[in-house]
């Protein structure tokens, strides 16, 4: 099972990456730009990620405390 979910991930970042030089080839757009996206959207995700970590460590302490 874990083979076919693996499968199918590689396929999807593969799509992706296909779909972002088609866009870089076909429609002329710089590489700067899509590095800068690339950039703003691990920045993005970052930000997200460590709220979350935050937000689940405000919860653990609230919960401990309550006991």
Do not use: H, N, Q
Not at 43 to 67: E, N, P, T
């Amino acid at each position: 099972m874990a083979r076919k979910s693996r499968r199918s991930f590689i396929t999807s970042v593969l799509a992706c990456v296909a779909f972002v030089a088609a866009a870089v080839w076909s429609w002329d757009l710089p590489v700067e730009d899509v590095i800068s996206y690339l950039v703003l959207l691990l920045i993005f995700l970052l930000v997200i990620i460590v709220a979350a970590l935050g937000f689940g460590a405000l919860l653990s302490w609230l919960r401990r405390r309550r006991k």
